[in-house]
């Protein structure tokens, strides 16, 4: 009942505010507000798990979107309209409330009642599986909230409540719950005041922090700032300024340039900041390293955005914290491009082949064939490709060679049909110099790169297959890829239902709790009772790929419990399919092979050094395995 709400009692220290002089009134909100801190300080684990969520999303393409009402829908509105000025990150974070944009300054309170409006309003987002949606709910227990989380849910979405009452039906409906429990009001029921402000403080930390990791700060210098107004480009030069202060004493570069200047010399920083378009990120690279425009561009998305990252990697290649500087060469006109189109992204690399310079690289969330309309999924190429231009100021080239990789492309028709497709957006380039493979082919460019004339690629990440190639990329032989109801030996899919399956029993009274099942459950947001995780993983309005994603994303659970809680039923999942990967590429790896490891499940330390001492207990020792970090990249460079 809302009476028992911790939100809605009375506060027994502010009964006679109504007598209290102006003085004594303010001491008592002071003194009730100096609560709250400590209240979000007893939820930072809570929170710190919802970061971590949001994160790994957003690393993905995914966005993270507040829901809310009244009060606790303005809050997350407002934190979402400050994202975009203050790092540069548009559609990364949206704020919507009960009522719509009218709400916000017009009270429409009734809306929160309507579990149904919630969830259909959400449609207008078009929620994914990489999108983190926060339900702001002071009582815990608001419909429209819920309903918002539950469509969130059904999108397979990382979903956090944030309430300020203990054991709510919001704790149940998220995968984390956040409540801080602030106590009662000083006006009773008043959930805009200490609640209100410990929303704010939670909402900061959340975008605040996902920011952070996403590499929009160096240090606590804001280096992706848009500057849109007078006073944010003042703080523009000042961040500049201060970065190359700490980072390079003083001294900075303009682009291709080996002659140092000052910062006393103030045409020469504005002609570095004109030259990097006025983005305080890449007039730092660029000032620190000399890089060209473009290359610094390609730099930064190749890691990711992070400047730190960025900054590193030139430290170490070309040891610049001496100040030597190596002028990059001049980019040629001879493109080729490269796309991968993984369950995890779609990537695509352009490079110059007279000096094997990288022009371009960008990622959008996965595409592939596999699962998209051909007209659909070209499109999504042509735009992942424009947007690796950009990084050069380059419209589309003729270019002289393209690759595309993707799921899908193992079925000879699909493949021809989007070979043709290709041929037609690209139609100077030669058709023989136009390549359609599948994603896992495109590793094979690393055995060119590298002078060999064979390998086999071993891949699992949502499926998992493996293929015997030449150098060309031509399929030699291949083991496995069946699909995930034939095989797919050692995947996201096999370590998800090896999940699943021993929860059912720990939840049957079969087996006993282990860190699995209690992530499994925690994961799913479900109760822990065998008939809740039934519905949790057969929910009725699924499709098959709805179901197939949900257990996919299982494997980072098996993953998480092996590595932070050294559990051992984790470690023997992964062993048991890591074993029965190894015995499947086993058939087709010889001794000494080069072994190319792909996919996100192998990028995982964890799995991939079990799966190497599996083939070595099969006899498969002597063998070169190595991993590659940027796929499209390498196929480009392999292009000629």
Known sequence: MLQQLLTEQRNATTGHIDQASTMELLRIINDEDAKVAGAVQKEL????????????????????????????????????SEIPPTYSANGVVEGWMAGGDAAIRRAAEGAEDSYPHGY????????????????????????????????????GAFTIGLTFNANTLLASAVDVNIAPLCGPEVVTGSTRMKAGTATKLVLNMLSTAAMVKMGKTLGNLMVDVKA?????????????????????????YLPGST???????????????????????????????GLHVAEAEALLEAKDGVLRRALDA????????????????????????AVDCGGTKMEATVVDQLTKQVVGTARV???????????????????????????????????????????????????NALHDKIADVFASTPRDKIKVTSDGELLAAHLLNTGKEQGVIVIAGTGSIALRCNAKGDQLTRAGGLGYLMGDEGSGWALGVQAIKHTGKVLDGRASASAVSQLVVQ???????RQALQGAIYQAADSDMDRKTRI?????????????????????????????????????????????????????????????QQLANMGKTNLQCVKIDNVSTEAALALN
């Not at 599986?129 to 709910?137: E, K, L, T, Y």
């Not at 849109?228 to 900075?252: D, M, P, Y």
């Not at 499109?379 to 424009?386: A, E, F, T, Y």
């Not at 001794?591 to 190497?612: E, K, M, Q, R, T």
């Open 45 to 80: 684990g809570n929170i710190a798990a919802a970061v971590d969520g949001i994160y790994e999303r957003m690393k993905q393409g995914g966005r993270l979107i507040y829901v809310g009402c009244g009060t606790s829908g303005r809050l997350g509105v407002v934190d979402a």
């Open 120 to 155: 259909q309003d959400m449609d207008q987002f078009n929620v994914t599986q990489f999108d983190s949606m926060v339900g702001i709910a002071a009582s815990g227990r608001t419909p429209y909230v819920l309903g918002a989380l539950q469509h969130a849910k059904d999108k």
């Open 228 to 252: 849109s107004n007078e006073k944010l480009r003042v703080r523009s030069v000042r961040i500049i300024s201060l970065a190359l202060t700490e980072h390079g004493q003083g001294r900075f």
């Open 259 to 289: 002659t140092e200047h000052s910062l006393d010399d103030q045409l020469a920083l504005q002609q570095l900041m004109e030259a990097c378009h006025g983005l305080v990120k890449l007039s730092i690279l660029v000032g620190l390293t």
């Open 314 to 337: 030139c430290n170490h290649q070309a040891n610049f914290a001496q100040a030597t500087v190596v002028p990059a060469k001049a980019l040629g006109q001879k493109w080729a491009v």
């Open 365 to 415: 969330v996965s595409t592939n064939l596999a699962t998209t309309p051909l007209l659909v999924f070209t499109s999504q190429i042509k735009k992942v490709i424009q947007l690796a231009l950009d990084a050069a100021d380059a419209p589309l080239p003729d270019f002289e060679a393209v690759w595309i990789g993707s799921a899908g492309c193992g079925n000879d028709a699909l493949r």
């Open 523 to 529: 994961h799913l947001g479900c109760a822990a009772t």
């Open 552 to 612: 996919c994303g299982l494997a980072r659970v098996v993953i998480a419990a092996a590595m932070d809680h050294a559990c051992p039923v984790a470690h023997d999942i992964l062993v048991s399919e890591a074993s029965e990967l190894a015995a499947t590429a086993a058939t087709i790896i010889k001794d000494g092979d080069v072994v190319i490891l792909g996919g996100g499940l192998l990028s995982v330390p964890a799995y991939s050094d079990i799966l190497v």
